[in-house]
């Protein structure tokens, strides 16, 4: 009778993917995933039993895997293909960052990486690194940022409607499609419990804190919403995760979860929400205060936001489809005003004791890559801490209403981001070049597209 061969365990590994891997005793492959600058997991599977070499000398991944467009291709503007022969670089594992894959048929693990430079130093447009640099800045100041993430997406069938558009998916529990907006309906949960206990289940055996989910404001809409936590880029890494357990499961399931920022014109668009506070070396919250009377440091931050927001505008809004979110009554801000429990403005205080204070920030889509929404929301904060930039007053009641409504564009957020000193100074000339390019690459392919639309408009009326 053949006996099973023994695993031997990576000798490198850290304590918590040591622990990572006891708890899937059975694992049979691994998933190395190396996030992109949109946010899109690229990478390689190997066998458990290649886990030594990879700890111990990392493995090899084409550069221009870090700013690929988001069809996939080499943009070589960037300097990163041709130009250097598309060179291989050093991909070496997050620490603690191994989670076991559970929807798996197979046992199955996955794991963080992050990509070296020529020289062994870690690569400044990394998305993660690009983050970690702004938490440095922090860190020598003696603060911690305290961050959660909420993500929204859409269930849609895996089946178009006849006009090729995506449609929510049919109710098993009253065999038809859900066409009405039920914000927060506790039937639209129940309905789609399979998925939602599913999701929950994976959360938990990856250890995301995953604590809410709520039925959202269109048919097949929902939210799913992260806890704090005082590790930024750990609290990224479970929404990476997260992000991934859910459209993954949603497949299985037999439906189609989608993050785009605005997939149907006429519905609710899906964004990131990234609630943000800040540490002293006491372990104080320096935003703790009352609406009544806000004090310096939460106003200051709120600030630096207002003046950065334009600047970071790609960051919060990388894609085309992006903009189509930024529409008036839709719950999506047009302009930078802040305000107490106030879902019209752009930065939001949500309804809390003095002690749990922060700032909600609702510009970014649900389709931007949140190591750079994260990055580019406490880089604005930090900005506006260092030089006391003032906010003006706080919004009451409808922002869209008291305010200069604003229409965002793609190719004037390119455009800014490209000749934004904030950008250079904050996340380094290399990422602005290289980011600035990418997203360069695919207006001008995009806008080379004929659209159905225009066929609509024009073939036969001109």
């Avoid at 250097?84 to 997050?94: A, F, L, T």
């Avoid at 048929?105 to 690569?123: I, K």
């Avoid at 889509?365 to 929404?373: E, P, Q, R």
Wanted: aromatic residues 8%; contains cysteine.
């Amino acid at each position: 009778m053949p006996t099973k061969t023994a695993i031997i365990m990576p000798a490198s590994l850290s304590p918590e993917d040591l622990l990572a891997l006891q708890q899937t005793p059975d694992c049979e492959l691994v998933d190395l995933i190396l996030p992109d600058m949109n946010g899109l997991l690229r990478g390689k599977r190997v066998t458990r039993d290649a886990l030594e070499k990879v700890y111990a000398d990392g493995i090899c991944l084409p550069m221009s895997l870090i700013a690929t467009d988001i069809t996939g291709n080499t943009v070589e503007e960037t300097g990163l293909g041709y130009d250097i022969g598309d060179e291989d670089r050093i991909c070496r594992p997050v620490p603690g960052s191994l989670r076991p894959v559970p929807w798996s048929p197979r046992p199955m693990a996955q794991l963080l990486l992050s990509m070296e430079d020529a020289n062994g130093g870690t690569f400044e447009a990394n998305p993660r690194e690009v983050l970690k640099r702004v938490l440095d800045r922090y860190t020598a100041r003696g603060l911690k940022p305290v961050v959660a993430v909420e993500l929204e997406f859409y269930l849609f069938d895996r089946l178009p409607d006849a006009h090729g558009r995506p449609q929510p998916p049919v109710n098993a529990h009253t065999g038809a499609r859900n066409t009405s907006t039920q914000v927060y309906y506790i039937e639209d949960l129940n309905d789609f419990h399979d998925f939602i206990d599913a999701v929950s289940c994976a959360c938990k055996a990856q250890g995301i804190p995953a604590d809410t989910a709520v039925a959202e404001y269109a048919p097949g809409q929902f939210e799913i919403n992260l806890k704090h936590r005082d590790d930024a880029l750990l609290a990224c890494d479970d929404a990476i995760y997260l992000k991934r357990a859910i459209k993954a499961i949603a497949q299985k399931q037999g439906l189609q979860a989608s993050f785009m920022a605005k997939p149907l014109s006429d519905q609710a668009g899906s964004g990131l929400h990234i609630h943000a506070s800040v540490l002293d070396a006491n372990g104080d919250n320096i935003f703790a205060c009352s609406p009544d009377a806000p004090n310096d440091a939460l106003k200051h931050a709120i600030g630096g936001l207002q003046r950065s927001a334009q600047d970071c505008l790609l960051l919060f809004a990388p894609n085309a489809n992006s903009y189509r979110r930024f529409v008036l009554n839709a719950f999506v801000p047009l302009n930078e005003v802040w305000g107490f429990n106030n879902r019209t403005v752009a930065m939001r205080i949500p309804h809390s004791d003095e002690k749990n204070t922060r700032i909600e920030h609702r510009i970014a889509g649900a389709d931007a890559n949140v190591y750079l929404a994260t990055a580019a929301v406490l880089a604005g904060m930090l900005d506006g801490i260092e030089h006391g930039y003032d906010p003006g007053a706080p919004v009451v009641g409808n922002a869209y209403e008291q305010t200069e409504i604003r229409t965002p564009y793609w190719r004037d957020s390119i455009r800014d981001f490209m000749a934004s000193d904030f950008i250079a100074a904050q996340f380094g000339e290399t990422f602005r070049h290289i980011y600035g390019q990418q997203k360069l690459k695919e207006l001008h392919s995009f806008y080379r597209e004929v659209t159905t639309l225009e066929y609509d408009w024009y073939l036969r009326s001109v």
